[in-house]
């Protein structure tokens, strides 16, 4: 099987080994609002744009090796990171807790 993403559907191929196409399916898929953080880089803090009002998020940065260095619940759009926080590039992730799954992600730096 192949996958090919659009931006609301998953559109799933079967491929017969000679390279023919000989089934397919589509599924609808949400839609993941495109976050915005910035400044970027930042020193203490990000302002987040592009998700939807009163949301309750759990918010992580996961650095390059893979590694959760930070994480909080969250609501607004301002978060304040700790000054213990190392300088560094950061996958800044954002989990909607109420349907548990991830809402969106931006590549951050922390000066």
Known sequence: MECFEGETTLKLYKVSPSGDITSSVTL?????PRIRAWPNPFTDRVTLDG???N???RVDLVDMSGRVCYSQRWSGT???????LPAGAYSLRVTSLLMNQVTGSQM???Q
């Open 51 to 53: 998700l939807p009002a």
């Open 55 to 57: 949301g309750l998020y």
């Open 108 to 110: 951050v730096v922390k």
């Open 28 to 32: 609808p898929v949400a839609a993941r």
């Open 78 to 84: 301002e978060i304040v990171f700790p000054e213990t």
